[in-house]
């Protein structure tokens, strides 16, 4: 029992690492998505700002300077839709490795549940076994005592 007792708190100890770990990638997950939110904001608004100035005729170099940075802006948002991907799936299989931990802890659990009913019969023939041969005896004396009195 001691094994078993010594095998649950390596099992929660395990479960434990892992939900902390799942706790900090969901929270990296939601600054990364914050800032993919944030430049998606950024981008969609200087695309607007500058759509306005176009129409307005603008020198060829400064449609070129517009054009670079939307290419590095579009560059940043397709990066940061990576880093999105990536910590999405870093919670994903935490998510699953936690739920393995959560399965080997109630396994664990119950099997020492199992172990403790399995003593408590055990437990509960041996009593039940003294019982009857303290009967058993006492009859036996009581048989052995009746004939001496007649």
């Not at 939900?19 to 608004?45: C, F, S």
Request: aromatic residues 4%; hydrophobic residues 40%.
């Amino acid at each position: 029992m001691t094994a078993l007792k010594t095998l649950l708190d390596h099992a929660e100890g395990a479960r434990d690492q892992l939900l902390a770990a799942l706790r900090r990638a969901d929270q990296q997950a939601e600054r990364v998505q914050a800032q993919a939110d944030q430049l998606t904001v950024y981008r969609n608004e200087y695309q607007q700002r500058w759509a306005g100035q176009f129409s307005r005729r603008g020198a060829i170099e400064i449609v070129h300077c517009y054009q670079s940075f939307m290419q590095r802006l579009d560059e940043a948002v397709a990066q940061q839709k990576q880093q999105v991907d990536a910590a999405t799936a870093a919670c994903e299989r935490l998510r699953g490795q936690l739920m393995a931990a959560e399965m080997r802890v109630a396994s664990v659990r119950k099997l020492i549940e199992r172990r403790v009913v399995e003593q408590r019969r055990a437990h509960d023939r041996h009593e039940q076994r003294q019982t009857d041969e303290t009967a058993q005896q006492i009859r036996w004396r009581a048989a052995q005592n009746e004939p001496a009195q007649h």
